[in-house]
């Protein structure tokens, strides 16, 4: 059985910093596209960022500059650094990767990882 498991949300002030990570366990052959999505209260989910098995990253207009998304493959795990924090970052953070396990080949979703912006 294949889990995500994201870590690092809390509170933080406006201007803030905090690193999420997303470990992957389970019987995994191999880890393409990884990838971190939001949702805010009364919002649709939204992708933040993406990354590729080849490190190519691709960023949300309202993060660029002030997020960085990055893996670890050796170690199927992925991070979002998040600098500059402003109080609409506050949401629910997921990871989603797309994974080919010993039973399918699919995306998987973490549970989130609730982080607030706040003074």
């Known amino acids: 059985q294949v889990l995500l498991v994201e870590s690092g949300g809390g509170l933080v002030q406006p201007g803030g910093s905090l690193r999420l990570s997303c470990v992957a366990s389970?019987?995994?052959?191999?880890?393409?596209?990884m990838g971190w999505y939001r949702q805010a209260p009364g919002k649709e989910r939204e992708l933040v960022a993406t990354i590729t098995d080849s490190g190519s990253a691709n960023y949300a207009d309202s993060v660029k500059g002030r997020f960085t998304i990055s893996r670890d493959s050796a170690e199927n795990t992925e991070y979002l650094q998040m600098n500059s924090l402003k109080p609409e970052d506050t949401a629910v953070y997921y990871c989603?990767?797309?994974?080919?396990?010993?039973?399918?080949?699919?995306?998987?979703w973490g549970r989130g990882t609730q982080v607030t912006v706040s003074s």
């Open positions: 389970g019987i995994i052959f191999s880890i393409t596209n």
């Open positions: 989603g990767a797309r994974i080919v396990s010993s039973s399918d080949n699919r995306v998987y």
